[in-house]
């Protein structure tokens, strides 16, 4: 048996005639530039996350990006992110010229330890982006009251979350705004790239919708040097058909991960747990195992679909070499980069498929 990482053919087939009833109304109506679909989808997103604005643009980095640049901040100036999260994070700080100043991360979730925030601000420190990062919600409110005591902006990166709560509300509403991706394997995917930055804050929305039109809002008349970043209309068709299936969809990850918890329950590997008060949604299932790289090769060789999120902290790229921290820098995401592990996980994935993996784990690990 094959089981495959994620099984996006699945998902397309549940949507298929709705999508192409939606296409064909955009090609008929030649809407494809900010088409009504387009309007539509962020205000159902927004209502979503329980916000009053969403603003869609082109992929989560521009995201990041717009948003981090929405609440002021510049180049040279410093934004405060986890080492363990997926590059785009830094990499949207550096497109602004802002410098990433990385913490290290919680032991258990592998997500931001907002005990270590305090101690990186400086006076040139602009944001904070606490990452939620495999579905699960980080601890913002922990994150909010350190960004409070030196009047900093807290910018979500939501792009693994779509549905996932903390204490009841929804991430994407947590802090001062936040920038998610539709990256086609994301919980909420599209058929391609886009993204979305969502608030309460009206001034923000704006702002990021202005820089992401080339910085105008008339026809050739450009307030500030902006750039081209929007929602295809036919990407959001896509996200709208997805979106009426999101909950559905996340409730059959969780009972994938409930699966996968008590069939891994008796092996040698650490399972991910859920943090009070969240309700996760699971875009992966990441273990950690010993001997991780043998243990990986035997699982791909016998056919079962298993990824690396990540393998290699942010400092230990070649990209941020010149930031200058080697190894040690960061113990508990370099040593949870040598030990992560992601299993299948999707709405579709079978209770026989889960059943297969673990069995084809098991073996690799008693080998």
Not at 37 to 49: I, N, S, T, W
Not at 153 to 177: I, N
Request: hydrophobic share 45%.
């Amino acid at each position: 048996m094959k089981v495959p990482f994620v099984d996006l053919v699945a998902q397309q087939a549940e949507i298929a005639d709705e999508v192409r009833a939606g296409i064909d109304e955009v090609l008929a109506t030649a809407a494809f530039i900010g088409g009504p679909a387009v309007g539509a989808f962020e205000q159902e997103y927004a209502d979503f996350c329980g916000v009053l604005h969403c603003v869609g643009v082109a992929n989560g980095t521009d995201a990041v990006e717009l948003a981090l640049r929405a609440v002021g901040v510049t180049p040279g100036g410093e934004v405060i992110i986890p080492a363990n999260t997926f590059i785009a994070t830094a990499e949207a700080v550096s497109r602004i010229g802002a410098v990433p100043v990385l913490v290290d991360v919680d032991e258990e979730s592998l997500l931001m330890d907002p005990t270590r925030v305090d101690k990186a601000v400086t006076g040139r420190t602009q944001a904070i982006v606490p990452v939620h990062l495999y579905g699960q919600a980080a601890p913002v409110e922990a994150v909010l009251d350190v960004a409070a005591a030196h009047d900093l902006p807290v910018v979500e990166d939501a792009a693994q979350s779509q549905g996932a709560r903390r204490f009841g509300k929804a991430c994407g509403s947590l802090g001062t705004v936040a920038a998610t991706s539709f990256y086609p394997g994301k919980n909420l995917g599209a058929a391609g790239d886009a993204g979305a930055v969502t608030t309460d804050d009206a001034d923000i929305a704006d702002r990021v919708r202005l820089l992401g039109a080339h910085g105008s809002r008339q026809k050739y008349v450009h307030e500030t040097i902006g750039m081209n970043s929007r929602l295809d209309t036919v990407q959001a068709v896509v996200l709208r058909a997805k979106l009426k299936r999101l909950e559905a969809w996340n409730e059959k990850r969780r009972q994938a991960a409930a699966r996968y918890a008590e069939l891994l329950a008796d092996l040698d590997l650490r399972v991910p747990t859920t943090r009070d008060g969240n309700l996760d949604v699971w875009h992966l299932y990441v273990t950690r195992v010993d001997d991780r790289d043998r243990v990986l090769a035997a699982l791909q060789d016998a056919g079962v679909g298993v990824g690396l999120h990540y393998p290699e902290p942010v400092h230990l790229t070649p990209a941020y070499a010149h930031l200058g921290l080697g190894e040690g820098a960061f113990p508990v995401a370099e040593r949870a980069a040598r030990q992560i592990l992601s299993l299948p996980m999707h709405p579709h994935l079978t209770e026989e498929q889960q059943q297969h993996v673990v069995e084809t784990l098991t073996a690799c690990l008693t080998r």
